[in-house]
C-alpha cells in the first residue's frame, strides 16, 4: 500500500520544499492550499504531486478534503502542518480581525486537520505529525503578538499531543525555523533584509531545503524514538531552553 504524506501551505515557500523531500523520500504527497490557483497549478506540473484546495481554518473542509484525499491517495499517514498566514501589526492598533485571522489558520488549523486524521493514524497504529511553528512563537516578536501566540500554542498542542498518542505509535514533533530564504523574506526592503541577517550568528538565511530535510526524517521510520520535540532552526538567532 502507498504511504500517503500530507502537506498544508505545500505549494510554495518551505511547504513546496517539504512536499518534494517527501516526494524523494518516496511519500506519495498530496500538497494543500487555499489562494494561489495558478502557484498551485505550476507546482503541481513541476513536480508531479496531487494538489488539493482547501481553507485549513475551517474544520468542515477539513474533514471533506481529507476524505477526499483519502478516497484518491490512500490513507494518510504522515500530516505537516505548514500553513500559516502572517497579518502584522502593533497590538495598540490591531485589529478583532487581525488577531483571529492568524489564529485560525496557523493555530485553529492544527485542531482541524489532525482531528481529521487522527483516529485513522491510531487505527493504524502508525502516524507522523509535524507542526511548523516559528522561533517567534518561542522568543515572541514585535509587531507579532497574534502570530507568536499562535505559533507558541503549536508547541503546546505538539506535547500534548505527542503524550496522547506515544502508545498508539504516532510521533508528533515541532519544528521552529528562524527567517528562511523564501518569497516573503525577499519581499522586504534590502536595509530591513540586511538587519535581519545581521542578527542570525551563522550569517545568512536559512534555505528552505534545510527545513524540509528535517522534516523529512521526523517523517522517517528512523524517527520512531522522538516525539514531543521542538527542533530549532535559527542560525543561532535563539537559543531555546530544552
Sequence with gaps: MTEIALVTGGTRGIGAAIAVALKAQGWEVASIYHGNDKAAEQFSRETGISVFRWDVADEGACREGVAAVEAQLGPISVLVNNAGITR??????????????VLATNLDSMFAMTRAVIEGMRERGFGRII???SING??????????????????????????????????VNAVCPGYVDTEMVAAVREEVRAAIIAGIPVGRLGAPQEVADAVSYLASPRAGFCTGSVLTLNGGQYIANG
Design 131 to 133: 507542526n511548523i511553528s
Design 88 to 101: 502584522d501589526g502593533m497590538f495598540h492598533r490591531m485589529s478583532w480581525t487581525q488577531w483571529r485571522e
Design 138 to 171: 518561542q522568543k515572541g516578536q514585535v509587531g507579532q503578538v497574534n502570530y507568536s501566540a499562535a505559533k507558541a500554542g503549536v508547541i503546546g498542542f505538539t506535547k500534548a499531543l505527542a503524550q496522547e498518542n506515544a502508545a498508539r505509535g504516532i510521533t
